[in-house]
């Protein structure tokens, strides 16, 4: 069994008196690929808030790296929703993904060259050299995620943790980035939150189903009957085949 | 306008008041930029009509109305901003109690001061032909700070205007910058105020930047173009207020609106072709 790199023990978390996390524990392993996923307003945001340090549980731990509380956070990278910021923010591709050396950068204004290449790196691993020079604006769902993976790979992060990533993409460009990250899983603990259980199921090594409380299966075991409890509405699955 | 040309060359009132729209132009291209970006033109109106309250006080105690101005605006920012992280979902109710009390404060004390109008009117309003030579070295050395600091801490604040929630996971104080931000943005406008006055300084600070960012792809860009257009604009306005001897502020103000409009419906034109 590979090292636990984040362990969540028996959290709570409430929004002023509703309660939002019931009794979470869920230890996760190094290397691992986990799907974190639940309907709207089940929690996932928040559970990724918790274990980034952005928020604080009101009942018991989260560790990270063997460290409780605050972020040890060159071990956590992170990629965000792409909503939160404005369309028209006048910055350039390249700029976004030198970003993530923000924390470690001493320079004034510019990044050093070994910045600049570790930045250039991650831009060819997620095939977006050719835009470094565009807008963010300007680009697609697919590609600003990218750029968004590019910017957490630059930290050099041991533990990548994705909101939505494929919220904004179509079908083919999802599947792009799922393979990608499946790819990168070999060497690195991926967590994916989502809530579309079907099309990650066919990724990830283990599912954590959440809705205030949460449940635990790894992949072969998912069942209409398990989706069912989750949604709290009958589901159909299609067995399908590519 | 040779008219204005031939006075230029003659006048050293009209020489102060261009040196006073470039130097202006500066800070104005900067902190405008950052104005536009992070959405905070209101917030900034508030921080700018707060400043009457400093200058009311330094005239009704007989010291300099500039350094009533660069107190008074350093402590309502760091106020606003502070108060604003702490009960963020009542930020206009809270820009708008500090905008109007500011401007009763400052004309209260006003008011207890003997003959106060028109000076009141030049700080309101902006009174550009009668800036002297300290004031354009009071500005001159709030330029070289503002630069100084933006220079130094560009990839902070760049990192978090654009995504704050990213930033502070990479361990970037957010806090600090925002309110950081803020007193520059403050010191900009005591930097501006004279130029146009505090009701017309949020004129200057957003629409040559958000003319400027309909033109650029990077903020150090977005810098330069919009203290060009802010330059142009605010010599322009002079230039054209000259001859029909019109008062100077608010016709660099509407320059500065019909320019903005301009672009707005000339890139509408472009993007439809």
Same mark, same amino acid.
């Given at each position: 069994?590979?090292? @636990?790199?984040?362990?969540?023990?028996?959290?709570?978390?409430?929004?002023?008196?509703v309660?939002? =996390?019931?009794?979470? *524990?869920?230890?996760?392993?190094e290397?691992?690929?986990?799907?974190?996923?639940?309907?709207?307003?089940?929690?996932? *945001?928040?559970?990724?808030? /918790?274990?980034?340090?952005?928020?604080?549980?009101?009942?018991?731990?989260?560790?990270?790296?063997?460290?409780?509380?605050?972020?040890?956070?060159?071990?956590?990278?992170?990629?965000?929703?792409?909503?939160? %910021?404005?369309?028209? %923010?006048?910055?350039?591709?390249?700029?976004?993904?030198?970003m993530?050396?923000?924390?470690?950068?001493?320079?004034?204004?510019?990044?050093?060259?070994?910045?600049?290449? =570790?930045?250039?790196?991650?831009?060819?691993?997620?095939?977006?050299?050719?835009?470094e020079?565009?807008? @963010?604006?300007? =680009?697609?769902?697919?590609?600003l995620?990218?750029? /968004?993976?590019?910017?957490?790979?630059?930290?050099?992060p041991?533990?990548?943790? /994705?909101d939505?990533?494929t919220?904004? @993409?179509?079908?083919?460009?999802e599947?792009?980035? %799922?393979? /990608?990250?499946?790819?990168?899983s070999?060497?690195?603990?991926?967590?994916?939150? *989502?809530?579309?259980?079907?099309?990650?199921?066919?990724?990830?090594?283990?599912?954590?189903?959440?809705?205030?409380? =949460? @449940?635990?299966?790894?992949?072969?075991?998912?069942?209409?009957?398990?989706?069912?409890e989750?949604y709290?509405?009958?589901?159909?699955?299609?067995?399908?085949?590519? | 306008?040779?008219?204005?040309?031939?006075?230029?060359t003659?006048?050293?009132?009209?020489?102060?008041?261009v040196?006073?729209?470039?130097?202006?132009?500066?800070?104005?291209?900067?902190?405008?930029?950052?104005?536009?970006?992070?959405?905070?033109?209101?917030?900034?109106?508030?921080?700018?009509?707060?400043?009457?309250?400093?200058?009311?006080?330094?005239?009704?105690?007989?010291a300099?109305?500039?350094?009533?101005?660069?107190?008074?605006?350093?402590?309502?920012?760091?106020?606003?901003?502070?108060?604003?992280?702490?009960?963020?979902?009542?930020?206009?109710?809270?820009?708008?109690?500090?905008w109007?009390?500011?401007?009763?404060?400052?004309i209260?004390?006003?008011?207890?001061?003997?003959?106060?109008?028109?000076?009141?009117?030049?700080?309101?309003?902006g009174?550009?032909?009668?800036?002297?030579?300290?004031?354009?070295?009071?500005?001159?050395?709030?330029?070289?700070?503002?630069?100084?600091?933006?220079?130094?801490?560009?990839?902070?604040f760049?990192?978090?205007?654009?995504?704050?929630?990213?930033? !502070?996971l !990479?361990?970037?104080?957010?806090?600090?910058?925002?309110?950081?931000?803020l007193c520059?943005?403050?010191?900009?406008?005591?930097?501006?105020?004279?130029?146009?006055?505090?009701?017309?300084?949020?004129?200057?600070?957003?629409?040559?930047?958000?003319?400027?960012?309909?033109?650029?792809?990077?903020?150090?860009?977005?810098?330069?173009?919009?203290?060009?257009?802010?330059?142009?604009?605010?010599?322009a306005?002079v230039a054209i207020?000259?001859?029909?001897?019109?008062?100077t502020?608010?016709?660099i103000?509407?320059?500065a609106?019909?320019?903005?409009?301009?672009?707005?419906?000339?890139?509408?034109?472009?993007?439809n072709?």
């Amino acid at each position: 069994m590979n090292n @636990v790199v984040i362990d969540i023990n028996d959290v709570s978390f409430n929004f002023g008196k509703v309660p939002v =996390l019931e009794d979470i *524990s869920l230890k996760i392993y190094e290397d691992e690929f986990i799907g974190i996923i639940g309907p709207n307003a089940s929690g996932k *945001s928040t559970l990724l808030k /918790l274990i980034l340090g952005l928020l604080e549980p009101d009942k018991g731990t989260i560790a990270k790296y063997n460290h409780e509380g605050k972020n040890p956070r060159n071990h956590i990278g992170y990629v965000p929703q792409h909503s939160t %910021f404005s369309r028209d %923010f006048p910055v350039t591709v390249g700029e976004v993904v030198m970003m993530g050396h923000i924390a470690r950068s001493s320079r004034f204004f510019r990044y050093n060259k070994k910045e600049i290449e =570790l930045a250039k790196q991650a831009m060819k691993k997620l095939e977006i050299d050719d835009i470094e020079k565009r807008q @963010v604006g300007e =680009l697609s769902g697919g590609q600003l995620q990218r750029v /968004l993976i590019a910017r957490a790979l630059v930290c050099q992060p041991e533990t990548l943790i /994705l909101d939505e990533p494929t919220a904004n @993409v179509d079908m083919r460009i999802e599947e792009d980035i %799922f393979s /990608l990250l499946k790819n990168y899983s070999e060497h690195m603990t991926i967590i994916v939150v *989502s809530h579309d259980i079907a099309f990650i199921s066919g990724y990830v090594d283990r599912v954590a189903c959440l809705n205030r409380t =949460l @449940v635990c299966h790894n992949t072969e075991s998912i069942s209409g009957k398990m989706i069912e409890e989750l949604y709290d509405a009958p589901v159909k699955m299609i067995h399908h085949h590519h | 306008m040779s008219e204005f040309i031939s006075a230029l060359t003659e006048y050293t009132f009209l020489q102060n008041a261009v040196f006073a729209c470039l130097l202006a132009s500066i800070g104005c291209g900067v902190i405008g930029s950052y104005v536009v970006v992070k959405q905070i033109s209101f917030l900034t109106g508030g921080i700018a009509h707060s400043v009457l309250a400093g200058m009311g006080m330094a005239y009704f105690y007989n010291a300099s109305p500039m350094m009533g101005a660069i107190i008074a605006a350093l402590v309502s920012s760091i106020l606003i901003g502070w108060i604003n992280l702490r009960w963020k979902e009542h930020e206009d109710v809270l820009i708008a109690a500090f905008w109007s009390a500011g401007m009763a404060i400052g004309i209260l004390f006003l008011s207890r001061t003997p003959g106060y109008n028109v000076d009141l009117m030049s700080y309101l309003f902006g009174n550009i032909l009668l800036i002297t030579r300290s004031d354009l070295l009071l500005m001159f050395l709030l330029d070289l700070l503002v630069l100084t600091v933006v220079f130094v801490f560009y990839k902070h604040f760049l990192a978090s205007v654009f995504d704050e929630e990213f930033a !502070r996971l !990479r361990g970037i104080n957010t806090e600090f910058f925002y309110i950081l931000l803020l007193c520059l943005i403050s010191i900009t406008i005591v930097i501006l105020i004279q130029l146009v006055g505090l009701i017309m300084v949020i004129a200057l600070l957003t629409l040559p930047a958000a003319i400027a960012n309909q033109y650029v792809n990077s903020l150090h860009k977005m810098f330069l173009l919009s203290a060009l257009i802010c330059a142009v604009i605010s010599v322009a306005g002079v230039a054209i207020s000259y001859g029909p001897d019109l008062p100077t502020g608010s016709v660099i103000v509407l320059t500065a609106c019909c320019a903005y409009f301009s672009s707005v419906i000339f890139k509408q034109f472009v993007s439809n072709k």
